[in-house]
């Protein structure tokens, strides 16, 4: 006998209105829920459950995992492991919370409040990310670093004033091109100019933001669900899609950030 009875889901046409952001994923929707009726929607198949678990299972992982592949003390700036640390994990805990709770009787406010801390967490992880990748790549250039991450966090800051004050995925996509600019110059600079970093580093990188990008390309044109609605509602959408694209983003995020900090160890600015 099950401990207890699962809801009726429903179709699109009668979900909430806010809740009806793509009309190719026909069924499987759960009704509006207390808190804790949307943490028994763990246990049972929706259309969500493949968005929660495709970002909580690898927040546990990286969560346990990640801290024995830092250097911690073997790095002179111990803020750059932390910074690295919490943008691992920024984006998938504020999508499960999303995820997770979207369908609360708090309704629209509700749902706007986790959406923004979904938003925040996407942010956080461009902001925290490269914060170590401007230190590494100006490391010769004390001045010059210090705005660089003064810019960079400001410049974040309007990411995430825009992400959250936007109101389709194709403007909170576009809200995070800044950011992306911003890193490309520095990968330029290392390439082209006299920026410095681990030479098997910036490849790494280079595949990080590709997978973000294309994962939230793919987000944004709804693929594969599109071509066939109600095919994809539980597994395999794109929105899925993205979560494990992401995930990769970050696993090479980190693979990159380990290479610099390993190459760091053994760098010495050339004298004056």
Request: with cysteine.
């Amino acid at each position: 006998m099950a401990l207890y009875q699962e809801p009726r889901l429903l179709d699109f046409t009668k979900t909430p209105p806010h809740l009806q952001f793509n009309k190719y994923v026909l069924t499987g929707y759960r009704p509006v829920s207390t808190a804790g009726e949307c943490l028994r929607s763990l246990f049972y198949m929706h259309n969500e459950l493949g968005n929660i678990y495709t970002h909580g299972i690898p927040f546990l992982l990286f969560l346990v995992l990640l801290p024995y592949s830092i250097p911690w003390m073997e790095v002179d700036s111990t803020w750059i492991c932390v910074a690295h640390y919490l943008a691992c994990l920024c984006p998938t805990i504020g999508s499960v919370l999303y995820h997770l709770f979207m369908n609360h009787i708090g309704g629209q406010h509700v749902y706007n409040t986790l959406l923004s801390l979904d938003m925040v967490g996407v942010c956080l992880v461009n902001t925290l990310g490269a914060l170590p990748i401007i230190y590494i790549t100006l490391l010769c250039y004390p001045t010059v670093r210090q705005t660089a991450l003064l810019a960079y966090i400001l410049l974040s800051a309007y990411a995430i004033y825009c992400a959250t004050t936007a109101h389709t995925n194709f403007l909170r996509l576009r809200a995070f091109v800044w950011q992306a600019l911003f890193r490309f110059s520095l990968f330029l600079f290392r390439v082209y100019g006299t920026g410095v970093g681990s030479p098997d580093s910036l490849r790494l990188f280079v595949i990080m933001d590709t997978l973000a990008a294309l994962g939230g390309l793919v987000n944004v044109i709804q693929i594969p669900e599109r071509f066939s609605p109600g095919l994809f509602d539980n597994w395999g959408n794109s929105h899925q899609i993205m979560h494990v694209m992401v995930v990769c983003s970050i696993i090479y995020l980190h693979w990159g950030t380990m290479e610099d900090l390993a190459w760091i160890r053994s760098f010495q600015c050339p004298a004056e």
